[in-house]
């Protein structure tokens, strides 16, 4: 979608889809405009709850099943399961994806994990196709005036142009963009508290055949998970660069995340983006 800076700020029911790596500041923007009238559609809450729910909770169970107190109560249906994943804690949704390696480190098998990829990936698109129908629902059921599409850190990676073209079809897509401060922290901070993450396949197994040879390892169960994600984070978020920037030179519109993080309220933020439309 494009229109200049009059058109936008003239919108009656304002959509705007925000791009950009995990940690730029689109859930802190998502969370601060839905005090003035903003639908918060989160790409990853969706995955989690709508997606991946029963895969995530199968996931529970077969640990908790490994404690003979549980066990008994499970199988005795004494006790049941939920998630209780929210906008601001999808740490279910990251455990389920897991890391690669040493399962006594808690690391999963190569084929485990690729499998879980996959699931993850075809969640994620279609959660991703579903904010068409709450741009709609938003208003309707829920009475919000304006909608935020809060996307996965992952949507560049999608690789499916129909993906992008409905996004675009539907909201203004605006792509937050981190300087090279904004990387040192981010790599940082990766390396601080290794998080589950997504990967293309062809990516991963590039990086996976050069961590191995790095570290003269023959079997992936001899990775170490946290350290393979510390490796290989750097490596995968500056391949996300110019994806990122190539989807939003064709479909949307670039912001600075030192920009975006000065943004206290919905008049800054809509003046923010009315520049990127200048």
Not at 27 to 45: E, G, K, P, Q
Not at 112 to 138: G, P, S
Request: glycine share 4%.
């Amino acid at each position: 979608m494009r229109m200049t800076r009059a058109e936008f700020l003239a919108w009656p029911r304002k959509r705007v889809t925000l791009l950009g790596m995990s940690g730029v500041g689109k859930t802190r923007l998502a969370n601060m405009l839905r005090c003035d009238d903003w639908f918060h559609y989160s790409v990853d809450y969706r995955i989690g709850t709508r997606y991946l729910d029963e895969p995530i909770l199968d996931n529970i169970k077969v640990q908790a099943m490994q404690v003979p107190f549980l066990r008994d109560l499970l199988r005795s249906d004494s006790i049941y399961v939920s998630n209780n994943i929210t906008v601001d804690n999808l740490k279910p949704l990251s455990t389920f994806l897991g890391m690669l390696g040493d399962p006594e480190k808690g690391g999963l098998a190569l084929e485990e994990f690729k499998r879980r990829q996959h699931l993850h990936l075809d969640a994620e698109i279609k959660a991703t196709r579903d904010a068409a129908d709450f741009v709609e629902k938003a208003g309707s059921i829920y009475g919000y005036d304006h909608f935020l599409n809060d996307s996965s850190g992952s949507f560049c990676e999608i690789d499916d142009k129909r993906v992008f073209d409905q996004v675009a079809e539907h909201t203004l897509m605006i792509y937050i963009e981190a300087n090279p401060e904004d990387e040192r922290f981010l790599i940082e901070r990766a390396a601080n508290d290794p998080k589950p993450l997504y990967y293309r396949e062809p990516f991963l197994d590039q990086q996976l055949a050069d961590y191995m040879k790095a570290r003269k390892l023959e079997f992936t169960t001899q990775i170490d998970p946290a350290d393979f994600v510390r490796w290989v984070f750097p490596h995968l978020f500056r391949s996300r660069v110019p994806r990122y920037a190539e989807i939003a030179k064709e479909y949307g519109y670039t912001i600075a995340a030192r920009d975006a993080f000065e943004v206290n309220n919905c008049d800054e933020f809509l003046e923010l983006i009315g520049r990127a439309l200048d």
